[in-house]
């Protein structure tokens, strides 16, 4: 079913209405199925118009994932394999499943996840046509050692990549979240498989918003952003290449330095640099203090109460929000 709505979403992708019987036509279905998978896109968080003697229109114009003008928008020398699917559970889970013959660098990109899951076993949502899903896969000989900061390097690629493209605002979040702003726009998770002193295969997943469907923040009990302004329309495909093309040239860095290079760049990015800020656990309140930057390994470094604090894992949040 999931497949076919993408072809639905394909054929609205123009933001102009479409008969019911024209779209029947094109998809092999009945007017009665057409109409299913409108709903169906509606639940998934798109907005569509539905006129009698007029048909269907998306209330905004989408550009569907291409594999033909990504190809023309990746430079010539990148030469690590893609594939677009249309409907799959989880870009992660599908390239974990193929990490044992799968070149290192290959990417996995869904135009729809049915499951897809963020930090913490967390849900990640997003809407078919209005945010990027997708998954690269790397290796790494020397094992999980060879990981620290991973998770801050991959964070550092795709805020350099959307700075090229002209998103001044965008910026980090420790250890792992892409800010608009300040919004959150986008995640990363990262999961491994392998033996502990390597080699390793690491699938490194990235979620990001486009445009945020109506209802999504109370949804989620959050504010969430997305890169889309008002009336602006974004070429996925231009996103992606621009993405895929930095994280593959950052992890080839990153493999052979480690994150110690790369750890004044990320703090020219981070957010909260010099912020007061509390950690969080659980729920559970662990301290209040200044954030001095972060660790050779990764770890985000707060001053609290005279002492310098080593943070490897937790909830960070500005002090009043």
């Known amino acids: 079913m999931n497949t076919i709505v993408v072809k639905l979403l394909a054929q609205l992708s123009d933001g102009r209405f479409h008969s019911g019987e024209r779209i029947a036509h094109n998809l092999g279905v009945s007017r009665t199925t057409v109409w299913e998978l409108v709903r169906n896109l509606e639940s998934m968080g798109l907005t569509i118009f539905s006129s009698r003697g007029h048909g269907y229109c998306l209330a905004e114009p989408v550009d569907m994932l291409d594999r033909i003008k990504l190809k023309d928008l990746l430079p010539k020398n990148y030469f690590y394999p893609v594939e677009i699917i249309d409907c799959l559970e ?9 990490a044992d013959k799968a070149e290192c660098g290959t990417a996995v990109v869904a135009e729809i996840q049915t499951a897809g899951r963020g930090r913490l076993g967390r849900t990640w949502l997003a809407a078919p046509g209005l ?17 620290e900061g991973l998770s801050l390097v991959v964070g550092l690629a795709c805020v350099t990549a959307l700075r090229k493209l002209g998103y001044d ?18 995640g990363i998770l990262i999961e491994t498989q392998g033996d502990v002193h390597g080699p390793i295969h690491t699938v490194i997943g990235v979620g990001i918003n486009i445009n945020v469907p109506v209802g999504w923040p109370k949804l989620l009990g959050r504010e969430i ?18 993405i895929l093309d930095e994280m593959a040239r950052t992890l080839s860095l990153f493999s052979m330095t480690g994150f110690t290079g790369m750890k004044e760049a990320w703090r020219s990015f981070h957010a909260y ?14 301290l209040i ?8 390994k990764g770890a985000l470094l707060v001053e609290a109460e005279g002492k310098q604090v080593e943070i490897v894992s937790g909830e960070v949040s500005l002090i009043g929000v």
């Open 90 to 98: 989880s870009t992660n889970t599908t390239l974990m499943l193929m």
């Open 131 to 147: 945010s990027l899903t997708f998954s690269m896969l790397w290796r790494f000989e020397a094992g999980v050692l060879a990981l």
């Open 169 to 186: 605002d965008i910026w980090l979040k420790w250890p792992n979240d892409l800010l608009y702003g300040e919004k959150k726009v986008g």
């Open 225 to 242: 952003g997305g890169l889309a302004l008002q009336g602006v329309r974004i070429d996925r495909n231009a996103i992606l290449a621009s």
């Open 273 to 286: 640099e010099g912020c007061q800020v509390k950690l969080t656990r659980d729920n559970e309140m662990l």
């Open 289 to 296: 203090g200044t954030v001095r930057g972060v660790s050779d």
